[in-house]
């Protein structure tokens, strides 16, 4: 569902708590510490030095790659999921609150200020607001991204694209743009090594072109 109403000033106090618990949710280092705990390993030394679950999915297996892609998914769900059905939480005062998961996972305290790309806990997050209406959308379009170009960098630029014009025309709502562009603008962030080289095209779509004389 989006947005409701603005909130009145009563849930001023309200939205500070939850962003400070949504910051220290997504902060938790839970995929990182599954691979410590379960794989006694670093998951940082493997794949792209992400402390999240897809090197621990790399390392460990789908069993214990799916249990860390859960815990990363639920510490942005619980919270923001909380704030937002049962405190009340809606409006612009949403917006930290929504935010402060993805920024506690990308610059966790507990990896000194050193954290992963958050995927998951953003759609988590989503999770929490829409159900299964962005996750499943936005996991659709960054599959197809995935398939056609090698850069996760660009897959992840692309997808953003794909759900701010999804919202702007379908469902327009300042609000969710709002997160919308504030989570890309830290995933971005995080990808921007991949950003800075050219995206190119997979293996299979290459040896499908026409050759060039």
């Given at each position: 569902a989006g947005s409701r109403a603005a909130s009145p000033p009563i849930m001023i106090v309200p939205m500070l708590l939850w962003t400070v618990i949504g910051f220290f949710s997504g902060s938790l280092m839970l995929a990182y510490w599954v691979g410590k705990l379960a794989l006694r390993r670093d998951v940082r030394d493997v794949g792209d030095g992400n402390p999240g679950a897809t090197n621990v999915l790399i390392a460990g297996g789908f069993m214990i790659g799916g249990l860390a892609l859960l815990l990363d998914i639920l510490k942005g769900v619980i919270p923001v999921g909380i704030a937002y059905w049962i405190v009340g939480i809606h409006g612009v005062e949403l917006i930290p609150v929504a935010l402060a998961p993805v920024i506690g996972h990308a610059y966790s305290p507990f990896l000194n200020f050193r954290g992963g790309k958050a995927m998951a806990v953003t759609g988590g997050v989503w999770i929490a607001l829409t159900a299964y209406e962005a996750p499943m959308f936005g996991g659709i379009i960054l599959g197809v991204w995935f398939a056609v170009v090698e850069r996760s960098g660009w897959a992840v630029l692309l997808t953003a694209v794909c759900m701010?014009?999804?919202?702007?025309?379908?469902?327009?709502?300042?609000?969710?743009?709002?997160?919308?562009?504030l989570h890309f603008s830290v995933i971005l962030w995080k990808y921007r090594a991949d950003l800075r080289q050219a995206p190119g095209l997979r293996g299979w779509i290459l040896r499908r072109l026409p050759a060039r004389s």
């Open positions: 701010g014009v999804y919202y702007a025309l379908i469902r327009p709502d300042a609000v969710l743009l709002t997160i919308l562009l």
